[in-house]
């Protein structure tokens, strides 16, 4: 089971407590992904029980995030500019895409 926190105070991952989850999305197999803020951190999840937790972590105050079909994750940070793009929930190929808006403004790929 998993609880909503929005007071700022980080806690554990393996408690699973959201603080200040701003985005949602689903990807291709209807799992369940969080830009779980005040964490730092994005989590998937299977289902709505919490099983099958994973986490991308030491991210920035994540405020957004995109499944692409082929697995990819689009970031959005709360101060860093661009959009952050990894290859899987493991944070594998890292890199920074240049865009016109903020990271608010992330658009479906």
């Known amino acids: 089971m998993w609880s909503l926190r929005s007071d700022h105070q980080k806690w554990d991952a393996e408690r699973n407590h959201f603080n200040w989850p701003l985005g949602l999305a689903l990807d291709a197999q209807d799992r369940l992904y969080i830009a779980d803020s005040c964490n730092n951190r994005i989590v998937r ?3 709505m029980t919490g099983a099958g937790w994973q986490t991308l972590d030491n991210l920035d105050h994540p405020v957004s995030v ?5 697995g990819r ?3 959005g940070l709360a101060y860093h ?3 952050h793009l990894y290859s899987s929930i493991n944070g594998d190929g890292h890199r920074i895409l240049e865009t016109k808006s903020g990271p ?4 479906t790929p």
């Open 104 to 107: 608010r403004g992330i658009l």
């Open 45 to 47: 999840m299977t289902d």
């Open 73 to 75: 994750l689009y970031v």
């Open 66 to 70: 995109r499944a692409a079909l082929d």
């Open 81 to 83: 500019p661009g959009l």
